[in-house]
């Protein structure tokens, strides 16, 4: 058997947990699972907001939030938009 042999629907979603494993490498494995779970936030987090040029309500619409809770993760995550990555 081959990933040919497979549904286009699973093969697509072989691809996205090839994205996901390198993703996962990318934290230290040696990492309790609090640790990682927090350093996987604080990098969507803030890759939200760089796509959003610092603005958290669309970065709370990209990462799928009502912009209260991203206020509150940032908070918790200890992460402030400095004045120039609000930039207009």
Do not use: Y
């Not at 996205?16 to 699972?33: G, H």
């Not at 709370?60 to 991203?70: D, E, T, V, W």
């Amino acid at each position: 058997i081959t990933v040919a042999d497979f549904p286009t629907e699973i093969r697509q979603t072989g691809r996205s947990s090839t994205a996901t494993s390198a993703s996962l490498q990318s934290i230290d494995a040696s990492l309790p699972l609090a640790e990682a779970v927090t350093t996987f936030k604080r990098a969507k987090v803030l890759q939200a907001l760089e796509m959003a040029r610092g603005n958290q309500s669309q970065a709370a619409k990209i990462l799928g939030l009502q912009p209260s809770n991203l206020s509150r993760l940032m908070h918790t995550l200890r992460l402030r938009v400095t004045p120039t990555a609000r930039g207009q």
